[in-house]
Structures are given as C-alpha cells and as structure tokens.
C-alpha cells in the first residue's frame, strides 16, 4: 500500500513536471524542472528501501584496504546466490533503509539547487535583455 | 616524491578545484593570476603525461579515494582515461593561454579563471572516475561552469549578449534534462544490481546475463544512457543545441567545448556499453549506427548552408562526432581504435580551427563570411593555419584527419558495413565541399567592400594568440606524418576497452595486468 501510494506520487510529479516545462513562459519551465528533480530524488529515495535479508550495508569495521577479508571489514557480496546486494549474514531478519542512496540523493539535491540558481539568474538577465519571459520571443537563434 | 606519484588521480582532480578557489582571492591582482593559473595547468599537463606514461608501463591504476573499497569513490586510470585526460588538459592549456589575450579585461579577471578551472576539474573528473554516480556529479560540475562559461565576453563583442543569453538558455535546460533522465537510470540501475560502482555493476550484469536471469529493465535503462551521453555528444535527435552554443561562445571556449566537452559523450558511451552493459551491444549497434549516419548527414547537409564561419565550424562537429560514433557502433577492437585515432585528431583540428576562427574575428570583426574575402593578403598566417584545419577535418593525406578517415573506412569495410560506409564516405566530399568553400570565401577572391564594411584590422595579432593555434597544428601535422604512436596507443586502448575484465580485475581483486 505504501510503496503504491509513494509510485504513484513520482508518476504524478513526474507528469506535473513534464506538464510544465513544455509551457511556454520561462519560470514556468524552471518549476517544472524543479519538480521533476523532486520527483527522481523520490525516486533515488524509493530505491533504498529494502526488507528482509538484503541490506546492503557493511558489518564490521572499516577496514585497511576494501575487501579483504583478512582485516576485519566484511563485504557480504553472495553473488553465487542470486543476491546482488551487499548483505549481512543470513538468519538476521531486519527491515532497514539503505543509507548510500540518501547520500547519493543529498549531493543530488546540492546540484539541482546550484543549477536553480543559475538558470534563475539567466531568466533575470534574459527578462532584461528581452523584456520578456516568453519562450516564443526567443528565436534570434535557429538550432 | 615517490607518496606523490602515487596519488596523481586525485591531484588531477583536487588541484584545478584549489586553483578556483584561489582564482576568486587573487581577482585584485590579474597579473599574480594569469601567471599562476598557466604555470599550474603547465604542471596538471606535466601530470598527466606522467600518469599516462605510467598506465602504459604498468597497467591500470586505482586509487581508493577514502579507502572504502568498491563500496566508496574509487578513480581508474586506464588507457582510455589517462589518454583522454591527456588530451584535455593539452588543449585546455592551449586555450588558457589562448584566452589571456582573448577575452575582455573585465570578464577575465573576475571569475573567468576560476570557471575554467572547475571546468577542468569536471573534465578530467568524469574520465577518472570508476562510479555511475560520481560521472554524474563531474557531468554537473562540467555543465554548470561551461555555462558560466559561454556567456563571458570576448574583446570586440561582436556577439550580442542576447544571444549569449538565449544559447546557454537552451542548453543550460537541455543539460538538466539529461542529468534528470541520468539520475533516473542511475536509481533504476542501483535499484536493480545494488552498486554504483562500473566495474562491480559490470559483473553483476554479466553474471545475470550469463545466468539467464537478467531484468528486462536493463534493456531500458540502458536506452536511457543513450539519451544521456547523446545529448551530451550531440548524437543525430539530440544535435539542435549545438550549434547555437558552440558559436556564441567567445573562441577559446568554443574550442574546448568543442575539442573536449562533446567527446565526453563519447566517453561516457564507451564505459556504459563496453564495461557495463555489455550484454546490451547487440541493441547498442543497431541503434547506434543508424543515428550516426544520420547525424553525419544532418551536420554535413547543415553545415554547406552557413555564413557564419563558427556555425559551420559548429555544424561540422556535429557531422563529426557521427564518424566516431559509426566507429562505436561497429564495435570491433579495429574500429573502436579508427574511431580513438579519429577522435584525437577531431579535438585537435577543430579546436585548433575554433581558436583560428577567434584570429579571423579579431581580423575581420565580423563572423559573417559574406562580409569577408581577399583576406590571404592581409592575414596570411590565419589563412594558412584554416587551411590547414579544413586538411585534415575534410581528410587530406599529410594532415592526421586523412589518417582517422582512412583507419576508420577500412576498419568498417574489414568488418562488413559496406552501406554504412558507403554513406559516411559520400559525405566526407560534402565535408571537403563545406570546408574549402568556407576557406575561398573568405581567403580568396577580392577584399572586401571597405566603404561597406570597414577595412580590416591592421593590428598584429599578438603571440598569445597564435602559439597556441601553431601548437595545434604541428600537432595535426605530426599526427599525419608519423602517425603509429597514436594508432598504437589506440590500439592497446581499444583492446583494453573490448575486453574490460583487466579493468574489472584491477578495481575489484587489485590485480593489475
């Protein structure tokens, strides 16, 4: 129920965003893009949520070099099982969140305030240039 | 000495993004500035040759960036990235000094410097970077700063800010909807294998492929990708963007984006469909060769109509970029190879042709050819220096375009694509078509109406401004003389490339070959 209810928010803020940035004034198309990089942080967020025995998280400590077994870090990679994800040890039964995608999900959201921001200053200096926020006054260049 | 050696990937990327902060302390002193920023590019340059010397005596590098295994960032340097990084930083070099007598006082002083070097660090960045996620943080860095980029002035103005404005507009948007439809791919993939990391997705993919039980949505996500570095290389539907951008922006700019930016694409496709996805090639090719043949003739057909001189440059990458994709699509270690030699030769004719076109700006004060002619008399230097580009983009024998097309035509005829190349070869003559006639407009015929459009600028060009375009095109020269070191290190890339378990085995068991 929950998982449906959240597809079904992406799907919509997914077409709101498409919606939108085939409008044709300029702020208009940048919301759109902002709810369309809402809706795919959604999305990331949505990814990592797992129940069961696939926890791709790391036991132990953090070791001296990666993947040796040797020092302590286990990577739980039982890819001869048909499991992808790193895992911990069978018999465990947790439901957990996948931290990497939140972190994968913050750096998307840094970057997507950084292109907001600029793409805002290039619709003021086009609103100044052309006394307009109309896309269809922008054809001085033909593809 | 030896600790620092060691740790040159990093440094590749961790040294331009120190300069753009320094860049914006030291703006009150241009001086202290320029100086710094072309010795510290001169080094990254040094470094990398070193790093590129290094893969090729002992193999791929990999370094863990916070040791976190597969698991963390981790960079790879192989063949195919320390060669392109390589590339980059020479003609970014180029460029840098380039621009120091190009660009308007205002514009450099203030932030340029610092722009262009997060541009490098985006660069060379998504090269070395062995992480899905991670290419697609470099990817923004790139974006955001080339656009930052495009919209600096050069001296003269002889392109409005307005159009400035409205280019960067259009691929400023063009660009987040890549990056969106990226990071769609990206969770899908995550969502599917549990790693971001290219190698280990590599062999999870595989291992299903193997097993018989790999998702159909591998398929899909895979066409994503497509989008993606299309449209960041300016693939057939996903051109239009290209040849605004490329003119308006100020010469060296257009170079680099250009010579490097768009092989980024290139790149991108490369790892995706070489390592990761390597159960997809079979679709790869079949979408592949036909949106590069088209989007040959699209550039080629587009690029005999133009009057500006930079959008027929801009045209004509795109024609280009069709040729190195036909390579792709192909797809054995031969035409791969053609299509590396091809690539290399392409970012040195035409940024060198970009950096050339600045000169005839700066001659002519105009980028309208009509408004031109005659000039051989009074800029024989930029005369020659075109001619020279347009050798080797339209594949004349001493210039190393000759040797691409060459390379790349029988490797695709060895491979049985006769229509294919039957295609790209009747339109190589509508590129030499293109590209003498844009030379003869404006090198040959009579001066031009003076009354009309004023004399031409009588003011030499400084040697800021044409070591730089010499450089280049001794390099296109060398390239077509005494061209087997490039097709031998072509060769051992593009073997590398189609047979990725070394590189799996070097980032995965640390076993290097």
């Known amino acids: ?143 | 000495m030896i600790s620092l050696m060691d740790h040159i990937p990093i440094l590749l990327i961790a040294i331009p993004i120190l300069m753009a902060a320094i860049m914006i302390f030291l703006r009150s002193i241009p001086a202290l500035q320029k100086a710094l920023n072309v010795l510290v590019t001169f080094c990254m340059l040094v470094l990398s040759v070193i790093l590129l010397e290094q893969v090729w005596t002992n193999g791929i590098i990999v370094y863990e960036v916070g040791e976190w295994g597969k698991y963390g960032i981790v960079l790879v340097a192989d063949l195919l990235s320390a060669g392109m990084v390589l590339l980059t930083l020479f003609v970014s070099f180029l460029s840098l000094v380039y621009s120091l007598e190009y660009i308007e006082e205002r514009s450099l002083n203030s932030s340029y410097h610092s722009l262009f070097n997060l541009l490098m660090a985006g660069l060379t960045g998504s090269f070395l970077t062995g992480d899905i996620f991670n290419l697609f943080v470099f990817f923004e860095i790139l974006l955001l700063s080339s656009c930052a980029l495009v919209v600096a002035n050069e001296k003269g103005g002889v392109t409005k800010s307005s159009d400035k404005m409205e280019a960067t507009f259009k691929y400023l948007v063009l660009s987040m909807l890549g990056s969106i439809v990226m990071l769609i791919a990206i969770a899908s993939l995550y969502a599917t294998v549990g790693t971001v990391n290219m190698a280990d997705i590599s062999v999870k993919v595989s291992a299903m492929g193997a097993a018989g039980t790999l998702p159909w949505h591998i398929y899909p996500i895979a066409l994503l990708f497509i989008v993606v570095f299309g449209n960041k290389a300016a693939l057939f539907p996903l051109h239009y963007w290209l040849p605004d951008v490329h003119p308006t922006a100020p010469s060296p700019i257009s170079a680099m984006l250009s010579g490097v930016l768009i092989k980024v694409g290139v790149y991108g496709m490369l790892r995706v469909f070489f390592l990761m996805f390597t159960v997809t090639l079979p679709m790869f090719q079949k979408i592949i060769i036909p949106l590069s043949l088209a989007t040959i003739i699209i550039g080629a057909i587009s690029a005999v109509g133009q009057t500006d001189v930079k959008r027929l440059l801009a045209y004509s990458s795109v024609g280009q970029i069709g040729y190195i994709f036909l390579g792709l699509g192909m797809g054995s270690v031969y035409t791969v190879a053609a299509s590396l030699v091809y690539l290399v030769n392409h970012a040195f004719a035409k940024s060198m042709l970009f950096l050339t076109s600045g000169g005839i700006i700066h001659h002519a004060h105009t980028r309208d050819m009509d408004k031109m002619g005659g000039m051989i008399k009074s800029s024989p230097l930029m005369g020659t220096m075109f001619l020279i580009g347009a050798m080797s983009i339209a594949g004349f024998p001493p210039m190393g375009g000759f040797i691409g097309k060459f390379l790349l035509f029988d490797a695709g005829i060895n491979e049985g694509f006769y229509i294919p190349i039957a295609i790209a070869l009747l339109f190589a003559v509508l590129t030499m078509f293109y590209m003498f006639r844009a030379w003869m407009k404006m090198f040959w015929g009579e001066t031009r109406d003076t009354k009309k459009y004023g004399e031409y600028s009588s003011h030499a060009l400084s040697p800021l401004l044409t070591m730089p375009i010499i450089i280049l095109a001794l390099g296109v020269i060398v390239f077509g003389v005494y061209a087997e070191p490039l097709i031998a290190l072509a060769q051992a890339t593009a073997a590398q490339i189609i047979d990725p378990q070394p590189y799996i085995d070097a980032v995965l068991t640390r076993v290097v070959r």
């Open chain 1, 1 to 143: 129920m929950n998982n449906t209810l959240l597809s079904f928010t992406i799907a919509i803020l997914f077409g709101f965003g498409t919606f939108l940035i085939l409008r044709r004034d300029i702020i208009k198309v940048i919301i759109g893009l902002g709810v369309l990089s809402h809706a795919v942080n959604m999305l990331i967020v949505s990814v990592g949520v797992f129940t069961g025995t696939k926890v791709p998280i790391i036991l132990g400590s953090h070791g001296e070099h990666g993947a040796s077994g040797a020092s302590g870090t286990i990577f739980n990679d039982a890819l001869a099982d048909g499991v992808l994800a790193p895992v911990v040890a069978a018999g465990t039964h947790i439901d957990y969140v996948d931290p990497l995608v939140q972190a994968l999900v913050l750096t998307a959201i840094v970057i997507s305030l950084a292109t907001t921001a600029f793409i805002l200053i290039l619709a003021y200096r086009i609103h100044e240039e052309y006394g307009t926020t109309d896309l269809r006054e922008l054809r001085r260049l033909w593809g």
